[in-house]
């Protein structure tokens, strides 16, 4: 079961994208929960999931919550704004397997 979480500003907008992901990667077969949250909740997140990304308005935390959660291995990455504005689920879960496949080869 892969866990992918969404984290924004208060995570409520990206409860939407999330539905989004999650209807795509059901229609692939691929069993995932997807969950959003407000970033201010990563240290509570992050330690269980298999990739955080992040909304557009929030990327430029993207550094701060590499240093702060590095240790636990998990990919942290920004939406794309034009994927997320348009909701497609299906771009996002393509980022979502492309940057896991690259993690797991860097390991």
């Excluded at 969404?6 to 939407?16: K, M, N, W």
């Excluded at 995932?32 to 949250?37: G, I, L, R, S």
């Excluded at 997140?45 to 590499?66: C, M, S, Y």
Aim: charged share 20%; net charge neutral; proline share 3%.
């Amino acid at each position: 079961m892969l866990n992918i979480v969404l984290l924004c500003q208060y995570g409520a907008s990206t409860g939407l994208v999330a539905e989004k992901i999650s209807e795509a990667a059901k229609k692939r077969g691929i069993e995932a929960t997807v969950n959003a949250y407000s970033v201010s909740e990563a240290g509570k997140v992050i330690p269980t999931a298999d990739i955080v990304l992040l909304g557009p308005q929030v990327r430029f935390h993207q550094k701060n919550l590499e240093k702060a959660y590095g240790e636990y291995g998990v990919p942290i990455t920004a939406m794309q704004a034009t994927d997320y504005g348009r909701m497609n689920g299906e771009g996002i879960l393509d980022t979502v397997l492309t940057v896991l496949d690259k993690s797991k080869g860097a390991l």
